[in-house]
């Protein structure tokens, strides 16, 4: 009887075992990678890329204008121990300027512009944006906000160039 138990445990970790390698080499490891998909846009929005097309037209030949850029590629934590800067960094991580003007030179930041639609009513994006105002000022790089609802090529060209002096 005691061979018998002890011949079943063995099987069952040997199961056990033969189960885990083939999970392994199957990549059970491995993120399920089929719930991504291709976005159709880059933008998020067809005001976004409206206003990118007016930008363009513009200021297009006097600065570069890049859409959705990370802010951690504006605007780094100073140096500190490792785990401060972690931690301040992923306070800029997953946020994203709208646009980002910079010089035909040596591609320096200029002025961030971003475009304000329905949801910056949400307090949650007002708490967003009051922090990204606050950084930007910190760091000095100019932010100018733009209504979704005031688009007019005259009023955004007097903005940006009172912002760009």
């Known amino acids: 009887m005691t061979k018998l138990i002890i011949f079943a445990i063995f099987l069952g970790v040997a199961v056990f075992v033969v189960q885990l390698i083939n999970k392994k080499g199957k990549g059970i ?8 998909e291709r976005k159709p846009f880059l933008f998020d929005t ?20 890049f859409p959705q850029v990370n802010y951690s590629h504006l605007i780094q934590p100073k140096k500190s ?12 991580d997953r946020k994203s300027a709208d646009f980002v ?13 971003e475009l304000d639609g329905s949801v910056h009513s949400l307090k949650s994006k007002q ?6 105002d606050e950084l930007t000022k910190i760091v000095d790089l100019p932010i100018l906000h733009i209504k979704i609802n005031n688009l007019d090529k005259e ?8 912002k760009l002096r």
């Open 101 to 113: 003007f910079c010089d035909k030179e040596k591609i320096i930041p200029k002025l961030i512009i």
């Open 81 to 92: 121990n490792w785990g401060e800067e972690r931690e301040n960094r992923s306070r800029i």
């Open 46 to 65: 067809n005001s976004e890329f409206n206003l990118y097309k007016i930008l363009l037209e513009m200021f297009g030949d006097k600065y570069y204008i």
């Open 29 to 36: 490891n491995k993120p399920d990678l089929s719930v991504f």
């Open 127 to 132: 708490a967003r944006d009051a922090f990204i």
């Open 155 to 162: 009023f955004i060209r007097k903005e940006i160039e009172e």
